[in-house]
């Protein structure tokens, strides 16, 4: 399927890439002036700023009450970003679609960012912000029941490692993993997944600058090998959370997504994975107005509701927006 018309028009509009070095600060930025006001977003109960204390230090987090209840079960978010973009603001309407549709509490989480701080100081802080969801249990009215980890793109990275940490380290609170176009293999040889030269170009995020963008979150010399930075490479994934993979047609990360789900089926984990056509990198941030790519967070709700995962004859599920 072509393009998604409404997002070819966006994509129309961009400047072809130059070729010249990223400048960080100057990208935050234009992210930054793109953020809408307080006024016309997503109403909730309540959206609290806050500070999770862990073991990599203080780390800011948003908290998102969608309704008044008794207790609720918790939703722990990584906003996307190459490692080195996004913020609390700019996934701020991810969030609390997120609260939304799932009714769990949602606690996003203000991580550091590449390149003042490179591996593993991002995958540190989001794994200290998830016991430490669980830890605080009472003042943030877990029900016991569902603690998930969401995230998109870098932040599915995230997700992956997160799980497999907790899984080596016996912590046994995560319920489930939600994957949003994940990027889980930074060694970007691009004959290594079809969809890299597939959708090398035109598509928003290019094949090309796939190693640029990530370059800042490896500086730190942090080996694409090693599965907590390529959480794809990781051998047995036996005894992960299950999982809910969504990826795009029109994304170079494609194929990745869709073979780590399919490794997590073959290790016996409950899993679905859903491909959009029409869709990009991104589509999940950039472009839920548009109904048909507003349905990974009901997708997400319905995944969430299934107390114990999905039944284990799940397998891969087929494309869910046309």
């Known amino acids: 399927m072509t393009i998604h018309p409404e997002i070819a028009k ?4 961009l400047p072809a890439p130059d070729g010249s070095p990223l400048n960080p600060e100057a990208m935050r930025a234009g992210g930054a002036a793109m953020v809408a006001p307080p006024e016309v977003r997503l109403p909730l109960h309540s959206v609290q700023d806050a500070t999770a204390v862990t073991p990599s230090g ?8 969608p309704a008044e209840a008794d207790a609720y079960g918790l939703l722990v978010y990584f906003h996307g970003g190459a490692f080195f973009l996004g913020s609390l603001d700019t996934h701020d ?28 100081a ?16 009472g003042n943030l009215g877990w029900d016991g029941k569902n603690l998930a980890v969401a995230g998109d793109s870098s932040g599915g990275n995230f997700v992956a490692a997160v799980t497999a940490r907790a899984h080596d380290d016996g912590f046994p609170a995560i319920t489930h993993q939600i994957l949003f176009y994940p990027s889980l293999d930074l060694d970007f040889d691009v004959d290594r997944y079809g969809s890299l030269r597939e959708n090398a170009e035109g598509y928003g995020l290019e094949t090309a600058g796939l190693l640029p963008f990530n370059s800042f979150y490896l500086q730190s010399g942090a080996d694409p090998a090693d599965p907590l930075v390529s959480p794809i490479k990781r051998q047995d994934l036996a005894g ?37 056509e029409g869709a990009n990198h991104g589509f999940v941030q950039n472009f839920s107005w548009i109904p048909e790519f507003y349905r990974p967070f009901e997708e997400t709700a319905a995944f969430l509701s299934k107390s114990a995962g999905l039944s284990g004859n799940a397998g891969l599920q087929g494309s869910a927006a046309q």
């Open 122 to 137: 991002g995958l540190d802080d989001c794994y200290g912000v998830v016991r430490w969801a669980a830890e605080h249990r």
């Open 240 to 276: 992960l959370p299950p999982a809910l993979v969504i990826t795009a047609e029109h994304d170079p990360l494609r194929d990745e997504g869709e073979l780590y789900g399919l490794r997590l089926r073959e290790a016996g984990v409950n899993v679905a994975v859903s491909r959009y």
């Open 58 to 65: 203080e780390v800011p987090v948003r908290i998102y009450t």
């Open 93 to 120: 309407h991810v969030a609390r679609s997120l609260a939304k549709e799932t009714g769990h509490k949602v606690i996003s989480v203000g991580y550091r960012l590449a390149p003042e701080a490179s591996f593993p």
């Open 10 to 13: 966006i994509l129309a509009t």
